[in-house]
C-alpha cells in the first residue's frame, strides 16, 4: 500500500488514520493525489474500499489545516449531494466521528480546536432548523439533489452556497441516465454560475461494467 501520501496531510489527521486504519487503500491513495492537486475526481469503487474517507479526507485536511493558520469563517465550503436521504443521514454521522476524532488528536498535540460544523438539508429538515442553518451555515453542506435545488431558489440559500469550492455527487451510478441526473446536472452548472471561485467536483460510484 501507498503510505507516502499521508505526507500530505497534517499531523492530527496522520495520527488518527493510521491509528484507525493503519494504511490508505489504493482508492483513497489515487483519489487524494487528485484532490490534493485540485483536479475534478471520480471515485469507482467496490463497497468497502473506503470511499467516503476517499473523498473527504483530503477536504477535512484542508480545513483543518486553514482553521489553524488563519480560523475558518461562518460559510459553506463543502457540498454533498446524495440521491438518497438515509444516506445523506449516515454521511453525517460517518463525518461527525472522524471530526471528534481528529479534535482529540489537535488536543494531544496541543493544537487549538478546529470546528467544522457539518449540517443535513433534506426535505425532512424541520423549518426552524432550516432557518438557522442560513443564519449559521455549516462548512459541509449534506443534502439531495432536489433540496440543493430548492436552496438555489431562495435568495437565503444562494447566499449561503456562494462560498461553496467542492461538490461531492455520490451514487452517481443511481443517477447516469436518468431524469433525475440530468436535472442535478443542470442545478450543479447554477451552483457553479453562482460560486465565488470555480467548484471543484469529486464524484463517487460504484464500479460499473462497462
Same mark, same amino acid.
Given at each position: 500500500?501507498?503510505?507516502?501520501?499521508?505526507?500530505?496531510?497534517?499531523?492530527?489527521?496522520?495520527?488518527?488514520?493510521?491509528?484507525?486504519?493503519?494504511?490508505?487503500?489504493?482508492?483513497?491513495?489515487?483519489?487524494?493525489?487528485?484532490?490534493?492537486?485540485?483536479?475534478?475526481?471520480?471515485?469507482?469503487?467496490?463497497?468497502?474500499?473506503?470511499?467516503?474517507?476517499?473523498?473527504?479526507?483530503?477536504?477535512?485536511?484542508?480545513?483543518?489545516?486553514?482553521?489553524?493558520?488563519?480560523?475558518?469563517?461562518?460559510?459553506?465550503?463543502?457540498?454533498?449531494?446524495?440521491?438518497?436521504?438515509?444516506? &445523506?443521514?449516515?454521511?453525517? #454521522?460517518? /463525518?461527525?466521528?472522524?471530526?471528534? $476524532? %481528529?479534535? !482529540? @488528536?489537535?488536543?494531544? =498535540?496541543?493544537?487549538?480546536?478546529?470546528?467544522?460544523?457539518?449540517?443535513?438539508?433534506?426535505?425532512?429538515?424541520?423549518?426552524?432548523?432550516?432557518?438557522?442553518?442560513?443564519?449559521?451555515?455549516?462548512?459541509?453542506?449534506?443534502?439531495?439533489?432536489?433540496?440543493?435545488?430548492?436552496?438555489?431558489? &431562495?435568495?437565503?440559500?444562494? #447566499?449561503? /452556497?456562494?462560498?461553496?469550492?467542492? $461538490? %461531492?455527487? !455520490? @451514487?452517481?451510478?443511481? =443517477?447516469?441516465?436518468?431524469?433525475?441526473?440530468?436535472?442535478?446536472?443542470?442545478?450543479?452548472?447554477?451552483?457553479?454560475?453562482?460560486?465565488?471561485?470555480?467548484?471543484?467536483?469529486?464524484?463517487?460510484?460504484?464500479?460499473?461494467?462497462?
Amino acid at each position: 500500500m501507498n503510505t507516502t501520501i499521508l505526507q500530505h496531510f497534517h499531523p492530527a489527521i496522520i495520527r488518527w488514520f493510521v491509528r484507525e486504519y493503519q494504511t490508505p487503500t489504493e482508492v483513497q491513495s489515487r483519489a487524494w493525489s487528485a484532490i490534493l492537486e485540485k483536479e475534478h475526481t471520480l471515485i469507482a469503487a467496490p463497497t468497502g474500499s473506503g470511499k467516503t474517507l476517499a473523498g473527504f479526507l483530503a477536504i477535512l485536511n484542508a480545513l483543518v489545516t486553514e482553521g489553524l493558520e488563519r480560523g475558518l469563517p461562518q460559510e459553506t465550503r463543502v457540498v454533498y449531494v446524495s440521491p438518497l436521504k438515509a444516506l &445523506s443521514n449516515d454521511i453525517e #454521522k460517518n /463525518l461527525q466521528r472522524p471530526l471528534q $476524532a %481528529i479534535q !482529540d @488528536e489537535l488536543e494531544s =498535540l496541543r493544537l487549538p480546536r478546529v470546528e467544522i460544523r457539518v449540517q443535513v438539508r433534506t426535505g425532512d429538515t424541520p423549518a426552524g432548523e432550516r432557518t438557522a442553518m442560513l443564519k449559521s451555515p455549516p462548512h459541509i453542506l449534506v443534502t439531495t439533489p432536489e433540496s440543493l435545488y430548492v436552496l438555489l431558489t &431562495s435568495d437565503g440559500g444562494r #447566499k449561503m /452556497l456562494r462560498t461553496a469550492r467542492i $461538490a %461531492i455527487v !455520490d @451514487e452517481i451510478h443511481a =443517477l447516469v441516465g436518468s431524469k433525475r441526473g440530468s436535472h442535478l446536472a443542470l442545478t450543479l452548472e447554477r451552483l457553479q454560475a453562482l460560486t465565488e471561485k470555480p467548484l471543484m467536483r469529486i464524484g463517487i460510484s460504484a464500479t460499473q461494467k462497462p
